[in-house]
């Protein structure tokens, strides 16, 4: 078990560019959410998989926002043409769940910081 | 809906001290209630979960949680705080949304703890 890792750790972008991030979980989740956290608030939920399925999105995720899961196994999430409001840790989470017993872990997440 | 909400956003308290850290949650329906504990460039980590089975939960590092449904609360405490306490902690609950399962959850805002020698 290495855990849930996130790449990259730091990602410093101008305005108006694209940016990708990756989150490949613990091996045999069948779940992965994504999250994004900014200072001082708790993460806000931003969207999950269960295997390769899309099942919810927030409304925070907006139509710059898109995240796919293609083989059910790492996720990416893209943010075009990024905003100084996307600044923000985005973090990834993953379990394996079986009926509502759910036990979620997160990777350390991406810094993101846009100017 | 679901929603919780932390009261405090820094607490500081000696070290030896009774940890309570606040927690109220808003739900139409049962709620699964958890805390989890983020240090400085790490990964938030469960402490510790409630699911609807004892009221009083047991986490690691000698944290607990009692749910009292009448308070809407899930206060976190720990006796003696220790030095290696410090740290952020969130509050978060998670509701049925029927065929898939468990809504996924809300965070409360955060509380950081303090621990002073």
Sequence with gaps: DTGVSQDPRHKITKRGQ???????????????YWY??????GP?????????????????LSDRFSAERPKGSFST???????QGDSAMY????????GTNEKLFFGSGTQLSVL | AQSVTQLGSHVSVSEGALVLLRCNYSSSVPPYLFWYVQYPNQGLQLLLKYTSAATLVKGINGFEAEF???ETSFHLTKPS???SDAAEYFCAVSTS????????????SGTRLQVQP
Excluded at chain 2, 97 to 108: I, K, P, V, Y
């Design chain 1, 18 to 32: 694209n940016v990708t991030f990756r989150c490949d979980p613990i091996s045999e989740h069948n779940r992965l």
């Design chain 2, 97 to 108: 949304r029927g065929d898939t399962g468990r809504r996924a959850l809300t965070f409360g």
């Design chain 1, 36 to 41: 994004r956290q900014t200072l001082g608030q």
């Design chain 2, 81 to 83: 705080a220790h030095m």
């Design chain 1, 77 to 83: 999430l893209e943010i075009q043409r990024t905003e």
């Design chain 1, 44 to 60: 806000e939920f931003l969207t999950y998989f269960q295997n390769e399925a899309q099942l919810e999105k927030s409304r925070l």
């Design chain 1, 91 to 98: 973090l990834c989470a993953s379990s394996f769940t079986r």
């Design chain 2, 68 to 70: 009292k449904k009448s």
